[in-house]
């Protein structure tokens, strides 16, 4: 049985100046969260964990997703945590996920493009990171699929 158990350790109160890509505001306050989770099979032994790091800003409350660790996001100036930080997909976000949605029931070429798709707009906000799920979840279905015909003797 692999069961999900939710081991958070937030790191509140960590203090970062970040320019908001949410409001706009340049040099915002905001603070640091970190949330761990901790895949085990039949509760003890541990597969991987899944962290997920976020910034809330001070200003619009709204709160932006960070890929960086909390340990290092401290640490940086508000350019280099600039770099890290996720709110809106890019144009080219964009246009990878329309392409990936276009082409996700071909099977195989579906799931290069969804997953082109998946890594640009990892971490965002908004449509393109919902289209690239569905997508995916389409790709992955259609390949398996078609694979299965292939490998299977008539």
């Known amino acids: 049985m692999i069961t999900l158990h939710n081991a958070?350790?937030?790191?509140?109160?960590?203090d970062v100046r970040f320019d908001c890509p949410a409001c706009g505001k340049a040099d915002s306050q905001g603070l640091l969260g970190e949330q761990v989770d901790a895949v085990k099979l039949l509760y003890l032994i541990p597969l991987f964990r899944l962290r997920a790091?976020?910034?809330?800003?001070?200003?619009?409350?709204?709160?932006?997703?960070?890929?960086?660790?909390?340990q290092a996001a401290v640490q940086m100036t508000p350019d280099e945590?600039?770099?890290?930080?996720?709110?809106?997909?890019s144009g080219a976000a964009k246009i990878a996920t329309?392409?990936?949605f276009f082409t996700?029931?071909?099977?195989f070429v579906g799931l290069v493009t969804s997953g082109v798709a998946a890594v640009m707009t990892r971490g965002t906000r908004g449509w393109p990171g919902a289209l690239t799920m569905l997508s995916t979840?389409?790709?992955i279905t259609i390949s398996l699929c078609v694979g299965l015909?292939?490998?299977?003797p008539s």
């Open 8 to 14: 958070e350790s937030l790191v509140d109160g960590a």
């Open 53 to 70: 790091t976020a910034v809330k800003c001070g200003e619009c409350e709204a709160n932006i997703a960070c890929l960086a660790p909390s």
């Open 81 to 89: 945590l600039a770099k890290n930080l996720r709110w809106g997909a």
């Open 98 to 100: 329309l392409i990936a």
């Open 104 to 107: 996700c029931l071909i099977p």
């Open 137 to 139: 979840i389409l790709a």
């Open 149 to 152: 015909v292939m490998v299977l």
